[in-house]
């Protein structure tokens, strides 16, 4: 059974910083892309950030962002640890939304879904 856990979601104020972390099985995550989505309140679910399958612990890897979060959130992967992560800095109040980690499973097309954990951004 596949699994993916996000953690790291939390109440930080306006211009602070968290980080999510996801992990996820082993059987599909070296081959899998993996990415950040969000869903606020009212909203469809977004993408964040995504990250492709790559040799390399910390390189070997291309990234994708949404325009939105460019220059203040960066994703990485760990393939020793099978986990994904995202760096948000500088946080605004329109980033308060539950945030999802995904899995896009090459070999198959097959996309997995974590459970989310809350950000919220307030003072």
């Known amino acids: 059974q596949v699994q993916l856990v996000e953690s790291g979601g939390d109440l930080v104020q306006p211009g602070g910083s968290l980080r999510l972390s996801c992990a996820a099985s082993?059987?599909?995550?070296?081959?899998?892309?993996m990415g950040w989505y969000r869903q606020a309140p009212g909203k469809q679910r977004e993408l964040v950030a995504a990250?492709?399958?790559?040799?390399?612990?910390?390189?070997?890897?291309?990234?994708n962002y949404a325009d939105f979060v460019k220059g203040r959130f960066t994703i990485s992967r760990d393939n020793t640890k099978n986990t994904v992560y995202l760096q948000m800095n500088s946080l605004k109040p329109e980033d308060t939304a539950v945030y999802y980690c995904?899995?896009?499973?090459?070999?198959?097309?097959?996309?997995?879904w974590g459970q989310g954990t809350q950000v919220t951004v307030s003072s």
């Open positions: 990250i492709t399958s790559g040799a390399a612990i910390t390189s070997g890897d291309s990234t």
């Open positions: 082993r059987s599909i995550f070296s081959l899998s892309t």
């Open positions: 995904n899995a896009l499973y090459h070999p198959f097309r097959i996309t997995y």
